[in-house]
């Protein structure tokens, strides 16, 4: 029932290019609900910030998203998408897009009152206000919601293959645990946990990049 490690290895290196097949599947929709996440959470928090009639739409849909379970979701998007890549990809941008939109959006609006000051003394616009004053200052706020995004995007592709897939880490699990293939199951987990380590990494890279100036213990 818990297989040794030593057997969890062994399938690791017997079965390694039929794992990476099936692991890249995984990680394709991983990145790419990564990508598409973040880009919606920026997207939709900076509309919510610039138009006070949206947001005042848009909040409730985004809590709502978040609100759902997304086991719930994810059969009704593989009936609509198909067992392809496409729902595995929407699943992931479900699972993080609050956490980047919430971030991102609480950084815009606590802007420091010193910076506050500096804007309206110069008589600035709204998209001057934005683009000098909040953005800057919203960045370690986004850089917080990536990382947590990166960490959670696995798990929502690893959902969709659950729920219906053709291949995929999660598809393997399922596979190997119907035929009480333990090893070939923990082997499985232990690529989905080196893919979620090095994604964090990856994004942690990222937002030193993008906050340069933030100083980290």
Do not use: C
Not at 27 to 55: D, E, K, N, Q
């Amino acid at each position: 029932m818990l297989p040794g490690p030593m057997a969890v290895g062994a399938v690791l290196v017997e079965q390694h290019e039929f794992l990476l097949r099936h692991a890249r599947l995984t990680l394709t929709g991983t990145l790419l609900g990564f990508a598409f996440g973040v880009a919606a959470g920026v997207l939709v928090a900076l509309v919510m910030w610039l138009s006070p009639l949206i947001r005042r739409g848009l909040l409730p849909v985004v809590l709502v998203t978040q609100a759902l379970p997304v086991f719930a979701i994810a059969p009704i998007l593989v009936l609509w998408l198909g067992f392809g890549l496409a729902s595995k990809v929407v699943m992931a941008v479900l699972v993080i897009f609050f956490a980047v939109t919430s971030s991102f959006f609480d950084g815009l609006r606590r802007l420091d009152p010193g910076l506050s000051d500096l804007s309206r003394l110069y008589r600035a616009s709204r998209w001057q206000d934005l683009a000098l004053f909040r953005i800057p200052s919203a960045m370690p706020a986004l850089a917080s919601g990536i990382r947590i995004a990166a960490v959670f995007a696995p798990i929502g592709a690893v959902i969709g293959e659950w729920v219906g897939a053709k291949g995929g880490l999660a598809f393997i699990m399922l596979q190997s645990n119907a035929r009480m293939q333990t090893d070939v199951m923990f082997a499985a987990l232990a690529l989905l946990a080196v893919m979620v380590l090095s994604l964090r990494f990856l994004a942690d890279r990222l937002t030193r990049l993008l906050v340069p100036w933030q100083v980290e213990d």
